[in-house]
Every structure is written in C-alpha cells, then in structure tokens.
C-alpha cells in the first residue's frame, strides 16, 4: 500500500528509507480516518503529524488513498492552515 512518487531521483539507502516513511505515513493517515471518519488534509496534518512532516506529504498520502479506494473527497469544505476552503475526505463508502 505504500506510496512513495521519487520525483527527485533518489536512489540506494535514501529511497529505501523514503518508501519506509512514505508508507508509515499512509498508514497513519488511514488510521486517523478509520479513527475520525472524516478530515481535511490541514486537520490530519494538525493532529496527525508534526513540523517535520510537510503538509504537501499529508495532502500526497490522501491522494493515494483516494486513488486506491480507501478515501473518497466530499463535496464539504473547511477553511484550511492558510485561510483557503479545502474539502473534507471520508472513508469510502
């Protein structure tokens, strides 16, 4: 299940230990899902994870997700961390 998209050509060491974050990320985020029902992607990130964690890294693992079948987007929406509408995912139905 896990997602990692080496758009910065790791390679070795480095993408190995990428794939691993990547994937206890995933599973992270899925399981705060399977905990809230549903979030936005700046909620997860904010409950979820901490500064070290970029919030583009959240938004990727739910788009995963979503793509795989284990979330699907809402038509509900929340102000976000930086004052813009974001929607709000589930788990699927």
Do not use: C
């Not at 299940?1 to 390679?11: Q, V």
């Not at 060491?13 to 399981?31: H, M, N, P, Y």
């Amino acid at each position: 299940m896990s997602k990692f998209y080496n758009t910065i050509g790791l390679t070795g060491k480095e993408l190995r230990d990428a794939v691993i974050r990547s994937g206890t990320q995933q599973e992270v985020v899925l399981s705060y899902f399977r905990i809230m029902g549903e979030a936005s992607p700046s909620q997860v990130w904010g409950d979820a994870f901490d500064e070290a964690t970029p919030l583009t890294s959240v938004r990727r693992q739910i788009t995963g997700l979503t793509l795989d079948g284990y979330l699907e987007k809402t038509n509900d929406k929340i102000e976000g961390l930086y004052g813009l509408d974001e929607h709000i995912w589930r788990l699927a139905q």
